[in-house]
């Protein structure tokens, strides 16, 4: 019986619908003429997850099919599956991802060539199911690049050159043993590849073999964990980085004089604000200002006040943030019913803006009221624009601390 040369890993919880789109494009696209098997994880299911894998493996796909006894969390749930690979070769595969046929038969045929290579890595396409096209790769590959074992100087410098993450890749099967092991802070793509450089030569393909679906057919606005990733994600590259150059000098393939120490700390940090700025942008996206607005903070600090997405944020950020603390502060107090918002120009376009930053509907926002109740007072927040009218609401008899003013916000938006 020939040996198996791809194993394919598809973990998944609750994802019927997905996973039965991902399996249909074994039958109905994928063309390999490698033996491959398809290894699929689930992680304790409530859904009909094992009647699809049944209707598959009756068609006659090459499924392993594995249970948790409960759900073991996301990464468990991939080293169960990768676990399982008795392939040559092994492959991640979201259940709501695509393959690319020629990209990942290239890929194969490579590894094939040259046996010295533990894990090659390619650019992948996202893709809009909903409009039917790819985006650009999230990096670019002028060519492929092998890195020899322990290459770690090199090695950094491409990646952050070129700002690439090592995510999508296909590995040696039997490097995965020492390769995978439970990361915290270090970003577990770099620190991952530390681990594959130690085993042997890397390399990092320029043709995609993988498609990431962002905007599917079968929920358009579903969470991504790569998106969120990127949010959150930032100090955990730094960490990535770091783990990486540690690794190569503790190999004695990094030598860590004091100039190199100072030129590995400028390159992580400046990659570091790159990914921030991104989280920048993708928090205004977002409409959460009071994170972008940390953010901000941190790339002023690090010489980043020219960057586009700093100077694009900087008009917006006072405004937003005064009233997405408004928002915050508001919503937070109990048996609240009512905002006034005192020295408000437009109040209906405020109103608007509150409302979408997430004040709830049952708290009424209204102008200044002449005369209130002791007891609708206590429920009653206020917002003012001048702290000379923090009396007037002192002497009527509303709680000091639920007057808030323009002042006591943008006392602390330092833009």
């Given at each position: 019986m020939s040996q198996v040369k791809l194993s394919i890993c598809i973990p998944t919880y609750n994802r019927a619908p997905f996973l039965e789109k991902a399996l249909g494009y074994f039958v109905e696209l994928y063309q390999f003429s490698f033996k491959y098997e398809i290894i699929i994880s689930d992680n304790a299911s409530t859904d009909g997850t094992r009647e699809i894998v049944d209707r598959f493996v009756a068609k006659g796909l090459p499924i392993r099919y594995f249970r948790q006894s409960e759900n073991f969390g996301a990464i468990p749930n991939v080293i169960s599956a990768v676990s399982r690979a008795v392939g040559e070769y092994t492959l991640y595969l979201a259940d709501d991802d695509v393959l690319i046929n020629d990209g990942l038969r290239e890929a194969i045929r490579?590894?094939?060539?040259?046996?010295?290579?533990?894990?090659c890595f390619a650019p992948w396409y996202t893709h809009d199911e909903v409009d039917g096209r790819d985006n650009a790769p999230f990096f670019s590959v002028d060519k492929d690049t092998k890195f020899k074992k322990?290459?770690?100087?090199?090695?950094?410098?491409?990646?952050?050159?070129?700002?690439?993450?090592?995510?999508?890749?296909?590995?040696?099967?039997?490097?995965l043993r020492s390769a995978w092991a439970p990361r915290h802070f270090a970003y577990w793509a770099f620190s991952y590849l530390a681990h594959f450089l130690e085993l042997g030569a890397v390399t990092f393909l320029k043709k995609p073999f993988y498609r990431q679906v962002i905007r599917s057919k079968i929920v358009r606005d579903r969470?991504?964990?790569?998106?969120?990733?990127?949010?959150?994600?930032?100090?955990?590259?730094?960490?990535?980085?770091?783990?990486f150059i540690y690794s190569g000098?503790?190999?004695?393939?990094?030598?860590?004089?004091?100039?190199?120490?100072?030129?590995?700390?400028?390159?992580?940090r400046d990659f570091t604000m790159v990914r921030m700025s991104v989280a920048l942008r993708m928090w205004v996206l977002k409409k959460d200002y009071v994170r972008a607005y940390e953010l901000y903070t941190r790339l002023m600090l690090g010489g980043f006040e020219h960057h586009p997405d700093v100077q694009q944020a900087r008009a917006a950020l006072p405004l937003m943030v005064a009233l997405q603390t408004v928002t915050w502060h508001t919503n937070a107090i109990a048996e609240v019913d009512r905002l006034v918002l005192h020295g408000v120009d437009d109040h209906g376009a405020i109103e608007a803006l509150l409302r979408e930053l997430g004040l709830r509907s049952e708290i009424a926002v209204v102008p200044p009221t002449t005369q209130l109740t002791a007891d609708e007072m206590a429920r009653t927040a206020v917002f003012i624009t001048s702290d000379s009218d923090r009396k007037h609401y002192l002497r009527e008899g509303y709680p000091p601390n639920m007057v808030v003013s323009e002042g006591d916000i943008l006392s602390h938006v330092l833009i």
């Open positions: 490579y590894l094939d060539l040259n046996p010295e290579v533990t894990a322990r290459e770690f100087e090199p090695v950094f410098d491409f990646l952050v050159d070129r700002h690439v993450f090592p995510e999508i890749g296909i590995y040696r099967t039997s490097a969470p991504q964990a790569g998106h969120a990733e990127t949010l959150t994600g930032w100090d955990t590259y730094r960490g990535g980085l770091e783990y000098a503790k190999r004695g393939a990094v030598k860590l004089t004091a100039d190199r120490r100072a030129y590995f700390d400028a390159q992580i």
